[in-house]
T-cell receptor, first 114, second 110 residues
Framework: ETGVTQSPTHLIKTRGQQVTLRCSSQ?????VSWYQQALGQGPQFIFQYYREEENGRGNFPPRFSGLQFPNYSSELNVNALELDDSALYLC?????????????FGAGSRLTVL | QQQVKQSPQSLIVQKGGISIINCAYENTAFDYFPWYQQFPGKGPALLIAIRPDVSEKKEGRFTISFNKSAKQFSLHIMDSQPGDSATYFC?????????FGTGTRLTVIP
């Protein structure tokens, strides 16, 4: 059974650019959630996808968007990057029908915005 | 606004001692309270969790104590080991959203 894998592990962007982060969910999991973890802070919920539809969203602006694919993998897109977007972005998958319970997290993608 | 308040921010414990981390919340709609353990360079991993109809849950050396009336819950790590050194997050769940505390960095000294 494979866990949650995320790519890339590290990346550097400049302010105003766009970024796409990718996530492969754990085998058998059909729900993907994305979290932003600033340095020294707890993860903050960005949004969740279930059956390729957004299924809940935290307090993040529309320039944070996502996709879920038929194989349950997911992308997080961030447009017009700001310095405060620098953080560890965590993807988590869960089963069977969504919800925040029993999340399995990936190791994250560390984004630095200069 | 921090939905889940966690303390202390850091904790140093001698090997064999008891580590205690406390969390408090206000939202009575929360229905699931997990604790996550995070090592450097890794994502958080579920350690133990409790639902509000239970006052205590124990798994090995880890125990959650839950006080519904006070809206507080805590993690106790018995016989703390150097391998327990990590950052611990409490969390509370409502629907599809999991709210995390700010984390406690635990260091267990050999």
């Amino acid at each position: 059974e494979t866990g949650v894998t995320q790519s890339p592990t590290h990346l550097i962007k400049t302010r105003g650019q766009q970024v796409t982060l990718r996530c492969s969910s754990q085998s058998g999991h059909n729900t993907v959630s994305w979290y932003q973890q600033a340095l020294g802070q707890g993860p903050q919920f960005i949004f969740q996808y279930y059956r390729e539809e957004e299924n809940g969203r935290g307090n993040f602006p529309p320039r944070f968007s996502g996709l879920q694919f038929p194989n349950y993998s997911s992308e997080l897109n961030v447009n017009a990057l700001e310095l405060d977007d620098s953080a560890l972005y965590l993807c988590a998958s869960s089963f069977p029908s969504g919800g925040a319970n029993v999340l399995t997290f990936g190791a994250g993608s560390r984004l630095t915005v200069l | 606004q921090q939905q889940v308040k966690q303390s202390p921010q850091s904790l140093i414990v001698q090997k064999g001692g008891i580590s205690i981390i406390n969390c408090a919340y206000e939202n009575t709609a929360f229905d699931y309270f997990p604790w996550y353990q995070q090592f450097p360079g890794k994502g958080p991993a579920l350690l133990i969790a409790i639902r509000p109809d239970v006052s205590e849950k124990k798994e090995g050396r880890f125990t959650i104590s839950f006080n519904k009336s006070a809206k507080q819950f805590s993690l106790h790590i018995m016989d703390s080991q150097p391998g327990d050194s990590a950052t611990y997050f409490c969390a509370a769940s409502e629907a599809n959203n999991l709210f995390f505390g700010t984390g406690t960095r635990l260091t267990v000294i050999p």
